[in-house]
């Protein structure tokens, strides 16, 4: 069981937007504006798509978007794309000794 | 050019030892912290640990600890993981990635396959 909840699939349409959801609680996503959100496409590495909630690396699309509402944090692609269908994984920071959290990732179907 | 490269597929025995290197380049090495994840097959990511390559000063997560290792070289510019003790369970993908701030994880090696088995 992972310490973030995630659903563990979604899936959208080509053009439409979808939001996943990151549940942790206040002891993580909610104690500290530190949840990224990385894309993982099959055979492949992870890459950062938002950190800091809503920082968006350079070269990353502004169809991807994030933000943070107490304890659940969302991550937002508008205007789907083909390339979008990935698995996306949210981790939070969660203190010195813990450090971080990871949710158990979103599949997602265009 | 930040480039992290990571060493190739292993196949180990169950109670054996691996060692994974994470080489980097294209930065100062002691700059940023490097972190590990590993995904078993058909899984989701798993955080393993962290190290400070000024210092090498660790931090791993609650159910390796006593398990796993993470060293650096400093004239070579890498980071090991040693993982001890395996079981099948511990057969996945091994990842290691530069650290740019507190969860963001900038530049990613390619993986290493290991593989637990009799």
């Known amino acids: 069981q992972s310490a973030l909840t995630q659903p563990a699939s979604l899936s959208g349409s080509l053009g439409q937007s979808i939001t996943i959801s990151c549940t942790g609680t206040n002891s993580d996503v909610g104690s500290y504006n530190l949840v990224s959100w990385y894309q993982q496409h099959p055979g492949r590495a992870p890459q950062v798509i938002i950190y800091d909630v809503t920082e968006r690396p350079s070269g990353v699309s502004n169809r991807f978007s994030g933000s943070k509402s107490g304890n659940t944090a969302s991550l937002t692609i508008s205007g789907l794309q083909a390339e979008d269908e990935a698995d996306y994984y949210c981790f939070s920071y969660a203190g010195s000794s813990t450090f971080e959290v990871i949710g158990g990732g979103t599949r997602l179907t265009v | 050019q930040v480039q992290v490269v990571q060493s190739g597929a292993e196949l180990k025995r169950p109670g054996a030892s691996v060692n994974i290197s994470c080489t980097t380049s294209g930065y100062t090495f002691t700059t940023y912290y490097i972190h590990w994840v590993r995904q078993a097959p058909g899984q989701g990511l798993e955080w393993i640990g962290i190290i400070n390559p000024s210092g090498g000063r660790t931090t791993y997560a609650e159910k390796f600890q006593g398990r796993v290792s993470l060293t650096t070289d400093t004239s070579t510019n890498t980071v090991f993981l040693a993982l001890s003790s395996l079981r099948s369970e511990d057969t996945a993908v091994y990842y290691c990635?530069?650290?740019?701030?507190?969860?963001?994880?900038?530049?990613w090696g390619q993986g290493t396959l290991v593989t637990v088995s009799s």
């Open positions: 990635a530069r650290i740019r701030s507190l969860v963001h994880y900038d530049y």
